[in-house]
Every structure is written in structure tokens, then in C-alpha cells.
């Protein structure tokens, strides 16, 4: 039976390779069933997460729904393993009348033992904030402080 990891041996938002200049929306491991017959995670699957994960800003800049209206650009620099701990991170590029645009970072922490990070997929898409009804809503104005 092995010891509880203790705080110091956890990898935190600390971490050496990860950003710390933007915000960390979601981290999750790709579990068997994203796996071809390789080894490595479907692209579609990671797609589909960094469009969650790039949801979160733009839902809480909208207060309401959105939907996403574009991927502006998706690049794939390294495989996603079995085994990899992603990270995504978000940051808000612009915010419209309707739409806020974001990029999103996907970093992999590989091999624990001798931790490395790599910077997997980066992306950038567009949310529209939309009514009950489905149709383009203005986005609120933050209040004055």
C-alpha cells in the first residue's frame, strides 16, 4: 500500500511548462475509448473539448447562453497519448457586441516520473450569446466600478 502523495509531490498550477498568464478552465485524461488502435486520442475528441473548455469564459462574459459560431483556427502540434493529463487553458482575444473570441492552449503532462509538458493543440473560436429562441443577443456591459 502506498502513501497518500503529499501536497509538494502533486503538480500544481506551478508547475514548470504550464502558463501562468492565463486562465486554467478544465484538465481532464483521456480515457481508453479516445484511443485509435495507436495509442493516440481521436482529434475529433480533442476538439470537442476544447470547445468546452473555450466555452467557459464567453458563458460567464455572456451570462446566458452561447454558441459556438466559429473555430477560427485548430492546429495540432504534438500527439495526445494515453496516460496525458491535459490542461486547457483559455484567454478572452476579443469581445464584440454579440460574440467573444478565445484562444485556447492545450498542454499534456507526460511520464510523472520525470514530469515533462508539452504543448499540445491551440485554437481559437467564437461564441455568439444567444436568446431563448436561438437568435444573437447583445452581450451585457460589465458595471462601472
Do not use: C, H
Amino acid at each position: 500500500m502506498s502513501a497518500a502523495p503529499t501536497p509538494s509531490s502533486v503538480p500544481q498550477a506551478g508547475t514548470p511548462g504550464l502558463p501562468t498568464d492565463q486562465t486554467l478552465v478544465m484538465r481532464v485524461m483521456p480515457m481508453p475509448a479516445d484511443a485509435n488502435g495507436n495509442g493516440d486520442i481521436f482529434g475529433g475528441w480533442i476538439m470537442a473539448q476544447v470547445d468546452l473548455a473555450g466555452s467557459v469564459l464567453p458563458a460567464r462574459i455572456a451570462k446566458g447562453r452561447i454558441t459556438t459560431v466559429a473555430v477560427n483556427e485548430f492546429i495540432f502540434k504534438q500527439p495526445v497519448s494515453m496516460g496525458d493529463l491535459l490542461s486547457f487553458y483559455a484567454t478572452v482575444t476579443r469581445i464584440g457586441r454579440t460574440s467573444v473570441t478565445v484562444r485556447v492552449e492545450v498542454y499534456a503532462e507526460r511520464n510523472p516520473s520525470d514530469l515533462q509538458v508539452v504543448k499540445v493543440t491551440q485554437a481559437n473560436l467564437t461564441y455568439v450569446a444567444i436568446d431563448l429562441n436561438g437568435q444573437p443577443r447583445e452581450i451585457p456591459k460589465p458595471l462601472a466600478e
